[in-house]
């Protein structure tokens, strides 16, 4: 399977910051996502990451509050702007498209309280 | 608008029952994937379904697929404390670059 390195695997911010969570793949990848899974819930799409050219988001999200990077095809980041409470959740990236084939695998994700 | 459909929500088992947890969605798909996510941590891939009347087993979980009906299954077997964890079924939308949509979670509690 891949080895997806995501951080921070937790953080506790203030209301009304930034912050960026990186995603690390160890080899390339075709395709980089990013989801949102907010307590008890499942988890939602927030955007593809694709490399070279802006992300494409999903309905409810956008890119100035969730910009996201992929300079390349084994690394990518989502920003959380001006953060509120209601963005307190797990953020996770997932690749699909490794040499082993079809399958998407998800990294750590980080845990994400907004205070 | 994609809907899927995760049945039970929630499971509560006696050690060495079996049990079917099922997954339906609204629209064509040929891949669809079940993945297991413990408390505080992040989805484990369990099973990859890429085409109708996909079969797959590992210990005494087995995941099947019929895209005929757009209905998965995830059946347990003798279930033992080790399986309680939250259970997700994730439908590939391949026209839309592979997204995922997932179920809402079965959350699964194995009484010893």
């Known amino acids: 399977s891949a080895v997806i390195s995501q951080k921070p695997s937790r953080d506790i911010c203030q209301r009304g910051t930034s912050l960026t969570i990186q995603c690390q793949v160890d080899?390339?990848?075709?395709?980089m996502f990013w989801y949102r899974q907010q307590p008890g819930q499942s988890l939602t799409l927030i955007a593809t990451?694709?490399?070279?050219?802006?992300?494409?988001?999903e309905s409810g999200f956008v890119i100035d509050k969730f910009p996201i990077s992929r300079p390349n095809l084994t690394f990518s980041t989502l920003t959380v702007s001006n953060m509120s409470p209601e963005d307190s959740s797990i953020y996770l990236c997932?690749?699909?498209?490794?040499?082993?084939?079809?399958?998407?695998?998800f990294g750590q994700g980080t845990r994400l309280t907004v205070v | 608008e994609l809907k899927v459909e995760q049945n039970p929500l929630f499971l509560s088992m006696q050690e060495g029952k079996n049990y079917t947890i099922y997954c339906n969605y609204s629209?064509?798909?040929?891949?669809l994937y079940w993945y297991r996510q413990d408390p505080g941590k992040s989805l484990e891939s369990l099973f990859v379904?890429?085409?109708?009347?996909a079969v797959k087993q590992e210990g005494r979980l087995m995941a099947s697929l019929d895209t005929k009906a757009r209905l998965s299954t995830l059946h347990i077997t003798a279930a033992v404390h080790d399986l309680s964890a939250t259970y997700f079924c994730?439908?590939?939308?391949?026209?839309?670059?592979?997204?995922?949509?997932f179920g809402a979670g079965t959350i699964l509690r194995v009484k010893s």
């Open positions: 997932s690749v699909e498209g490794t040499y082993l084939g079809t399958e998407a695998f």
């Open positions: 080899s390339q990848v075709t395709m």
């Open positions: 990451a694709n490399q070279g050219s802006e992300a494409t988001y």
């Open positions: 629209t064509t798909s040929d891949r």
């Open positions: 379904l890429l085409s109708n009347g």
């Open positions: 994730a439908v590939v939308l391949m026209e839309y670059g592979n997204k995922l949509v």
